[in-house]
């Protein structure tokens, strides 16, 4: 059962409301919500909501205090028109589940059909008694589609059935003011609305008020069965109405196709919409499946992960990397937003969560997916060029730290914009990719050119004191000190960035005439690459002498500890129960941050300064953000601290299906997600990746009996079985390679052992 | 005519901008901007604006994120019921400077006088030649009162004239959105308007939106002639038509008297503006012209300083402490805004410019509206108590940054409320009361309270590291780098707070039931404040050995110098044109920070190493705040720099009159002002309050050939006359005192002189 996920809940609120994003059906462009077709009662909370991933509005940032280079205004992912809604009437009544008697329900998410089925039944207040079955599934062979087949049964009665099924272009954002970590404002965004119905096609588009970017909905009902199709249209909505007899026994299937399109990616959005659902109405729902089917077969063939002993934790691995293919963007106008395509937290935005959190899980299971999402970082770099020189720097480009189409979006910016690790956490992200692919045709072509900008605003913001390279007035990634002096995290990255741009330009200055245009158009010259060199070579890294750890840094171990176990349960997470100030004063971390740099680059310190730093920061951490737990497992399976390496690791990898930080409601963690598989395949299996060699040094949780992993290097698709006393590695792709298992180097032909003491 | 401004422009807009917060007519109540009666032509811009200290309206905060414990709402100071407007029409013909033929104007602020008077020769265009005078005073004996002289002289011509003078409560306040110094939002702040004419008496108030407090204005016109008295009666206002004839050469005058009154300093508005109005009509201007002299003429007996050989200085700093007396609040609901009573920058908020900038002033020349400031702060301690424990702190009081009823204004926190040291910087003025006046009586009912609530906070967020007590993340006086660790002018300025909070308390514990009061309610123990002792005792103050001074923080000697000769002339204020997170980046200082520190606490450094401090500091200063300067002259005259110690004195001097920084039509820099009055006293005259003695150095800059002022020590007024080789100190008031010059202590009986070399 460990590929399906199931509920039986229909009543209580909470519950749905959390289901709502953990059935969301998406393919990475459409996200649909687990919301009924039917709606709930008055009463319920629901946040209702079908997504297109980067399709956003823009929205005035308003401040107490507006300084020079805040940003002026946010993008928002956008709630799109709903082809969510289909009522049902059996004989004139209604079907709800809050009304008349429900005998069976069953929601299940298959996750190698890649389809959300509801299974009802039920009993209607007059006694009439029917099965329902409702399947959806957003097709990742053909991304604008989304389908529903919905079918009744009647058990005990002849009758009329009526559907009434909407596209309805009147939506708004779900908004909550008292939670920075969902939208504000107003949810209203559209300005232009047009509903209208032809060749028996509802068509129903709107266009945003600031963004002016235009969405459209073509849909097509099909029935079984000959029926009465009317349509009743209002000003932003159309409803189709069908009606036909049923007769006991018999089932009555409706197939709803809704094709979404939007201007960003469509050029004639309501054309193209309506040409490609001309196309994919000629095959039925069961065709649509067994695509998905087939698409899923290959996803799985290289993600899957396999532990042997425990069946909720297999669930929930599988759920976690399944989100992950629902939520990843796949063209150079999306990436990953940190709720996925299942809800409007953190409004849509991407972080650097993608790169250091979730990439390394597409790079060595799909590398061509993890391709696209370093073309996202390309194609906004000259927006990160423009933000660099906002932010002062004569050259050099500065990511933004959240962000939709490449414009910083963060409205604090001691936690937002002072976050300039995001350029070496991308920049380590093309260097990941590199290092697994040798792509170096995407390297001229992208790669480069990101790493080479990145580089510069390093050099740009950063400085030579006492002949050490230092880099002031910086954010890391632990939240709970904001704007410090040489972070350790961001030095070491920096210095990692530096050296590959200086590396890169090196191998590929002579290339090709691409790159040659890159270097020129860029004004990049020998001395300036030169320049880099010295940096990285002199970067400064803080350490402290007496306790043999890396301080995050420089007077960070100067503050006082603030017990956490002193602190009451209730006062979690502290940035929601005191002020930052307070926050700050302390030697408190939100999440790993040195750690995670001793786990990206742990050939910067010694073993002993790593196991050192581990402990002392495990003491001061407070993982209230849901980054931590996967890094902790991961630097605690290094340290020999298996039993934590485990404890961590089971917080992360049933986050969501068990709902631990409460917030499923508001979308699934993606980053978490990533998290459990880096916790399996870094943590467990103790892969990395080098310049010269992936390496090997995997450790079994006691609880388990056997695991497998597969991954991606250099072509190579290799799987990796770990048992009792013995580890399997087998080639199942590609030429032999040479490969490092705990610190000694094989040749791995087809398939090699080793038998452990 | 040092005790004069005069002006003769009327038609250029940038000018009567500045002009209008010049000329403002105040008196630490009610505040009048200098618009002209009559308005000025479609085309100009204006900030007509009339003002009551501390009346307030309360507006909400929105922030792009807003994070635990930042202020909901701010207050901002109101522009209230104008009384102003009075228009004139001569023979139907409307009196207007931009029309017809100006043959004469002059605009004069008497400083001896407390008026400032309009004169104007002007020529219709139909040719009805008049002579107008309007003068305009705010009364310093009734605060209440604002009064208005309107004198017409037909030149050549007998006809009507008539004034159309109205009371108008359908006033707004002035926003621009893109200056962080002014209000944002839109400018309307009230919801009950009442306009009546009640006895031949015009009353006009209005209620406040949130903040639900209400204003009154109260106005009766009195003619010298007989005269036709109509109304005209709108909703928010009531305009009184006055026709009359005049003759050729006679003259006519309309006086109309204002009384301002609100509800938080008066039970009834309406009845008590009502009954003190028919009180004041009894006068006519003349007396209260006499008795603002009489007024005056006592005030400037203390505050006077006289400058012989530039007249420009003398005037400008007559007109720096005549503002400073304009603006200083009387009553325990107000202080001194930054701008004081002329204009809306900074919305009417008091700052710690209060406390370190302008107090001594009254302090040394006015201790009883010292004592009252003193008191406003007591009155607010309450709040400070409730904003220490949003901000986390188990006990102590946080004063607001900024305020004006006692609640945290600052939308910005890391130059807001990170502040702390103005918990400081208001126990340094109660200590600093406490020595001139030596009165414990306040100190036991007010003083001691504010030292015992504010050591404590300092308690709580300092900590002991290598046993020496360390405040971590706060922000010292200079806003160019914020949030910092262990800033010295923080941490020296604590010192002094917990070194005289033990004091205090060891001195009046067992004073009065009062006191004993205090400290039982306050459950104040001895374990408590030993631990202020030991928290002064071992203060950390930073020294850099190499370069002999003390780092502003725990980093900043660290960070990269940025050349200020390298950055533009337009790219100042750096704030205005910078991000602030590149400014952080940086050794460059908005303001004296360490310095400020130097002056206020001499004895906490050797003098090398003020010299040295001093030096460093200056190179990196851009004095980008007008805070700045006058603390730089200081301590140049104390290091020997005496060119730059003039040079600053003299950027501070007239910085209004002159308009250095091009922003006077907000509002004049009233914390510059008492800068002006600092550098002559602290800086070139050297007086210095220390617990045992006052003590003078006084030095003469060379372009005068002799300056004096006057101070107030311990119920002594002294005089102190610096001449090009002689020092005379006269006691003109109070017994014989001991008093240190150029370090040797002399008997000051009731003059002495020291001849130089």
Redesign the interface.
Known sequence: MSWLVQDKIYEDNKVLLKNESLFNVSNGYIGVRGNFEEGYEAGFDTIRGTYLNAFYEVEP???????????DT?QKILNVIDSQTIHLYIEGEYFSLHQGEVLDFTRTLDMKEGSVTRSIHWRSPKGHEVKITIERLASFNTLELFLIRYTVEAVNFDGEIKFLSSVDGDIVNYTDETD?RTGGGHGKCYEQYDAKVVENMIQVSTTTIHSKLKATCTCHHHLNETCELNFEKHERKVTAIISTDIERSQKITLTKYNVYTDDRRHERPEEDGKELLKKVIYREFDFYLDEQIQYLKKFWKSADITIQGDEDLQQGIHYNVYQLLQSVGKDKYSNIAAKGMSGEGYEGHYFWDTEIYIFPFFLLTQPELAKKLLIYRHSILDGARNRAK????ERGALYPWRTINGDEC?????A???QYHINADIAYAVIQYYMITRDTEFMIHYGAEILFETARLWAD?G?F?HNQF?I???TGPDEYT??V?NNYYTNVMAKHNLKWAYKMYELLKDQSNHMTTIIESMELTKEEVEKWQKAYENMYLPYDKALGINPQD??FL???IWEISSIPKNKFPL????????I??YQICKQADTVLAHFLLEDEQGYETIEKSYHYYENITTHDSSLSFGVFSIMAAKVGEEQKAYDYFMKSARLDLDDHHGNTKHGIHTANMGGTYLGIVYGFGGLRIKEDIASLNPKKPSKWQEYAFKFIYQGRLVKVIVKENRIEILLEEGEALDIKVYEKVYTLESKLHIDLA
């Open positions: 940032i308003t401040y107490g205090e507006k300084l020079y280079g805040f940003p946010k920075p906002e932010m002062g720097h963060s409205p604090f910016f001691p937002g914009t002072a913001i400085h004191h230092m002031h007035s910086v904001c704007v002096d420089d007077t100067t503050k006082k940035l929601l129960n005191y002020h930052p100030l307070l700050y004063r």
